[in-house]
């Protein structure tokens, strides 16, 4: 932990202290989307991310949640360095398991620079690790990841059941009222998620339901922006529903957007005005004394009127909390809603975001 909070500081002050940094490109709508290209890295860009949320049963009908996620970010220093020690790309990882009858988040998170044969990600296709940790899509195109903490260790296969659901316009997902204030984003709704979980050395079989999301951006948070509240659900009837709003420091919505696919297909749009997120409970942290809004009444506009949503965690204790290894604050939850479940992100809340 202390090695990776070291790699982290000493990654920012060299951006700091750099009186040229690398430029970024910018987040452009128009752009073709190529797959299994787009699966892989894009290390030009400052951030990027293959983040895998989802519900988990076991042999004897317990529901759990899960996340594993992979970071990718290009500090932008040292890029002319020769030295192989350079932090030209640096990875970061989390994992975390949400068993009610624990009460609280199991988790675990990885970092270090690329390269060394400790921490690598793959242009052209999913190919993601951190020493012992790894996500891969196979040649038979599932994706296979493998995550092993002092509480848990999760192998999963998720095979794909349905297509890409590009986000915003075909995939450009615009964050804030700047066009550049954005990412590329796809998403992969509904994975049949089966494998083996492992706590206290015994290993059970586990299977489920997951959502992959894959973004890549060089400015996703900017001006005013704290954080950000996201969702992402799994739809019984076959549909796929993604939602967020950039949040301000008051609260209020610098920005929203999201999408619905149902389940022939067809897919509706959302614009910044046909979200709204609005508080059904809340849940003070004991260790951060963060607030954050665990249940919330989801609404979105439609062609055929507005439906809502009423989010509702798991349980309440779903923080996760890395700042012993120099990363952020979060509430990552696992949720049930009308007709579906899925999983409900909350950035910002502890302390503002910065990216």
């Known amino acids: 932990m202390i ?43 400052r951030t990027e991310w293959w983040y895998v949320t989802g519900w988990l049963r076991t042999k004897t009908g317990k529901n759990l949640g899960f996340q594993v996620t992979f970071f990718r970010t290009r500090p932008g220093a040292g890029e002319t360095n020769p030295s192989r020690f350079a932090p030209r790309q640096i990875l970061f990882a989390h994992a975390a398991l949400s068993d009610p009858a624990t009460g609280h988040l199991l988790h675990g998170e990885r970092a270090a620079r690329a390269g060394f044969g400790v921490a690598q990600a793959r242009i052209g296709d999913t190919d ?18 493998k995550v092993a903490t002092p509480d848990f260790t999760l192998t999963l296969d ?14 450009y997902s615009q964050k804030g009222p700047k066009p550049e204030q954005a990412s590329y984003y796809y998403s992969l709704p509904h994975l049949a998620a089966a494998g083996r979980l492992t706590r206290d050395a ?15 951006s060089s400015d996703y948070l900017g001006g005013t922006a704290t954080g950000w509240d996201w969702t992402g659900l799994n739809l019984d009837n076959g549909g796929a529903l993604m939602a967020f709003r950039i949040r301000r420091a008051d609260s209020g919505t610098l920005w929203a957007g999201g999408s619905l696919r149902r ?16 508080p059904v409970a809340r849940w003070r942290s004991p260790r951060t004394g963060a607030v954050y809004p665990v249940a919330q009444r989801l609404t979105v506009k439609l062609p055929e009127g507005a439906r809502s949503f009423t989010l509702r965690p798991l349980f309440a204790d779903q923080e996760l909390d890395a700042r012993r290894s120099g990363m952020p604050v979060y509430w990552e939850g696992a949720v049930r809603t009308e007709g579906g479940r899925g999983y409900l992100e909350l950035t910002g809340y502890a302390d503002r975001l910065r990216m």
């Open 3 to 45: 090695r990776a909070a070291a790699l982290l500081l000493a990654a920012a002050a060299m951006v700091a202290a750099s009186p040229a940094a690398a430029p970024y490109p910018v987040v452009r709508p128009g752009r073709a989307f190529a797959f299994p290209t787009d699966h892989g890295a894009h290390p030009a860009f």
């Open 128 to 145: 993601v690790s951190l020493r012992d940790w790894r996500i891969v899509r196979r040649p038979d195109g599932h994706f296979a990841t």
């Open 158 to 171: 998720l095979a794909p059941r349905q297509g890409v659901m590009l986000q915003g316009q075909n995939g």
């Open 202 to 216: 015994r290993a059970e079989p586990v299977t489920g339901e997951a959502w992959l999301d894959r973004e890549w």
């Open 263 to 278: 389940k022939d297909g067809t897919l509706t749009r959302f614009a910044r005005g046909d979200i709204r997120f609005d």
